[in-house]
C-alpha cells in the first residue's frame, strides 16, 4: 500500500511564493520519476514540472524561471517552490509518482493567487 500526502496549498497575493510538499509513504522499494501536475476549472491537467531519477528537471514553459522542483530521497519527498506566482498559476496542484514502476497520484493541494 503506498500513500502520497500533499501539503502547502493556500491562498497568496500576486507575486507571493509557496512551497508544496508531497511525501510517499508505504512500500516503497524503488522511486522513479516524480512530478507535479496541475488542473484549473474548465481546463485539462497539465504536467508542469519533473523531476527523473538521476537527471535534471524539466518545467512546462509558463512556470520556467518561477518553480523550481526538487526532491529528497531520504524523505520519499518531493517539492514544488513557486515564486512570482500569478493569478494564472491557480489550480488544484497533484504531485505523481512512479514507485516500482506503478505512478500514484496525491490527493492535491489548492493553489489560489488573488489580490
Known amino acids: 500500500q503506498v500513500q502520497l500526502v500533499e501539503s502547502g496549498g493556500g491562498l497568496v497575493q500576486p507575486g507571493g511564493s509557496l512551497r508544496l510538499s508531497c511525501a510517499a509513504s508505504?512500500?516503497?522499494?524503488?522511486?522513479?520519476?516524480m512530478a507535479w501536475y496541475r488542473q484549473a476549472p474548465g481546463k485539462q491537467r497539465e504536467l508542469v514540472a519533473v523531476?527523473?531519477?538521476?537527471?535534471?528537471?524539466n518545467y512546462v514553459n509558463s512556470v520556467k524561471g518561477r518553480f523550481t522542483i526538487s526532491r529528497d530521497s531520504a524523505k520519499n519527498t518531493v517539492y514544488l517552490q513557486m515564486n512570482s506566482l500569478k493569478p494564472e498559476d491557480t489550480a488544484v496542484y497533484y504531485c505523481?509518482?512512479?514507485?516500482?514502476?506503478?505512478?500514484?497520484w496525491g490527493q492535491g493541494t489548492q493553489v489560489t493567487v488573488s489580490s
Open positions: 508505504g512500500s516503497i522499494f524503488i522511486i522513479g520519476t
Open positions: 505523481n509518482t512512479n514507485i516500482s514502476g506503478r505512478g500514484y
Open positions: 523531476v527523473t531519477r538521476g537527471g535534471g528537471p
